[in-house]
């Protein structure tokens, strides 16, 4: 079974992810929700965006120093390319937009479980040009 934590999104994809046999945890403040990841190790953390804005960068490097192993996904409405690429260079491991998400989630969750990311091609192209320059 798949440990997965949700942060700062509503309830309403529950029972989505109860039905395909997850462990799912909710939080909507960060500060309880890094405590249940230091505590619970999830393999997955889904996190809103819009929970820190531009602190988020930030918010993913505490979440992984207390749970190294955890994989995070962004979610957001609608994030630039420099956003996405701030988040992924902090740790993340994948991105996708809210609008979407129902059409993805599962299939979000055991990709990034499998240790695979969740990017645009577009995206893993900027990455390596990130990468190319230092």
Do not use: H
């Not at 309880?32 to 809103?48: F, G, K």
């Not at 979407?100 to 499998?114: C, H, M, R, S, T």
């Not at 645009?120 to 320059?133: C, E, F, G, P, S």
Request: proline share 1%; charged share 20%.
């Amino acid at each position: 079974m798949i440990n997965v934590q949700v942060i700062g999104i509503s309830e309403q994809i529950k029972q989505v992810l109860e039905s395909e046999g997850l462990c799912v945890s909710f939080y909507d403040d960060e500060v309880q929700a890094l405590n249940a990841v230091e505590q619970a190790q999830p393999s997955v953390i889904l996190l809103n965006y819009d929970v820190r804005g531009l602190e988020t960068e930030n918010y993913i490097k505490l979440l992984l120093n207390v749970s190294k192993n955890s994989k995070i996904v962004v979610l957001a409405d609608e994030l630039g390319d420099e956003g996405v690429l701030v988040c992924l260079i902090a740790g993340a491991k994948g991105y996708q937009e809210i609008n979407q998400l129902n059409n993805y989630l599962v299939k979000i969750i055991k990709v990034i479980d499998a240790g695979e990311a969740w990017i645009t091609r577009r995206m893993v192209a900027k990455l390596l040009d990130v990468l190319i320059q230092k």
